[in-house]
């Protein structure tokens, strides 16, 4: 029999077992739910599901409020920061392969241009000036 992964978003866990999971009660799980901290999926019977994903975010609550003393507001602030750094991480990542991908694109273009493998898309021609030496002498624009 093959081992299937669960996606982090499948709500699978009753709230029964999510809560033996982070070692919380049940009634605490409700709580969280009530006040927004936790969003679990629903049946619908109304029953809560919780996804593996909903787990690690109670085991980081627990953690929060047990271990570090951190009241439910502060932990609410906790998780919006946690997530909005993610958002900006995953953005910051997107520009950064964007810009990389331009450079190599200008890159080649500049390795183009100075091989004259390609004349430019508009058509225009190149041509290398050199500079030549000025005369010494006066000229009368006059």
Same mark, same amino acid.
């Given at each position: 029999?093959?081992? +299937? ?18 070692? %919380?009660?049940?009634?605490? %799980? ?6 927004? %901290? ?5 049946? /619908? ?40 750094? +993610?958002?900006?991480?995953? /953005?910051?990542? +997107?520009?950064? *392969?964007? &810009?990389?991908?331009?450079? +190599?694109? %200008? ?9 004259? &493998? *390609? ?19 006066? /000229?009368?624009?006059?």
């Amino acid at each position: 029999m093959m081992d +299937r992964q669960l996606p982090e978003d499948e709500p699978c866990y009753v709230i029964s077992v999510a809560a033996k999971l982070v070692n %919380l009660h049940p009634q605490t %799980l409700r709580y969280y739910d009530k006040i927004g %901290l936790i969003r679990p999926g629903r049946t /619908e019977g109304r029953i809560r599901l919780y996804s593996p994903r909903d787990i690690q975010k109670l085991r980081k609550i627990a953690r929060l409020t047990e271990d570090l003393g951190v009241n439910l507001a502060g932990v609410e602030v906790i998780l919006n920061m946690s997530n909005r750094i +993610r958002e900006l991480q995953k /953005e910051l990542e +997107r520009v950064r *392969q964007e &810009a990389e991908a331009e450079i +190599r694109a %200008l890159r080649q273009r500049i390795a183009e241009l100075e091989g004259g &493998a *390609q004349m430019p898309r508009s058509g225009q021609q190149i041509i290398n000036v050199l500079p030549t030496p000025l005369d010494n002498k006066e /000229e009368d624009w006059g």
